[in-house]
């Protein structure tokens, strides 16, 4: 016996579900452990805790991961440039970007109003 009808919708709506998902590749979530790693390439400025090394370069720590991926690829795209960050951010790949937004995103910062 063929599946009732919406049977079938119940299957075409969760796999179209499941392919729009898989297809958007903003969606994939980077690896903190895997972007500590390659954060040692970013230290000298950056810190490895996100937190500012040289007077231009700012901190890192508790900053929105999708904000962190946007500029990295504002970067190596060209839309923004920097002197710096427009070397380094071409050597980069997808997965670089996703692992390194997740691992500055996921350093906790707390802050406190000045009285
Ligand atoms: C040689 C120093 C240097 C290195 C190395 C460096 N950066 Fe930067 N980075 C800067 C400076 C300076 C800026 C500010 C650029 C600007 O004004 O647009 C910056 C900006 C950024 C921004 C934008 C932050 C914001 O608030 O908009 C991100 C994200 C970033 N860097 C990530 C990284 C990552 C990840 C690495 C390592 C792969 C890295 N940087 C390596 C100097 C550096």
């Not at 998902?21 to 040692?40: Q, Y």
């Not at 901190?59 to 427009?86: C, F, H, I, P, W």
Request: aromatic share 6%; proline share 9%.
């Amino acid at each position: 016996m063929p599946p009732r009808p919406p049977t079938i919708f119940a299957i075409i709506a969760s796999s179209i579900l499941f392919y729009s998902i898989a297809a958007v590749p903003s969606l994939a979530t980077g690896d903190p452990k895997a972007g500590r790693k390659k954060a040692l390439e970013c230290q000298t400025c950056h810190g490895l805790d996100g937190v500012s090394k040289l007077p231009e370069a700012p901190n890192l720590s508790g900053q929105v991961e999708t904000y962190l991926v946007k500029a990295l690829n504002d970067y190596k795209s060209g839309a923004r440039t920097n002197e710096m960050m427009s070397l380094v951010a071409p050597t980069l790949s997808d997965g670089d970007i996703a692992d390194l937004a997740a691992w500055y995103a996921s350093i906790e910062v707390t802050v406190q109003k000045p009285r």
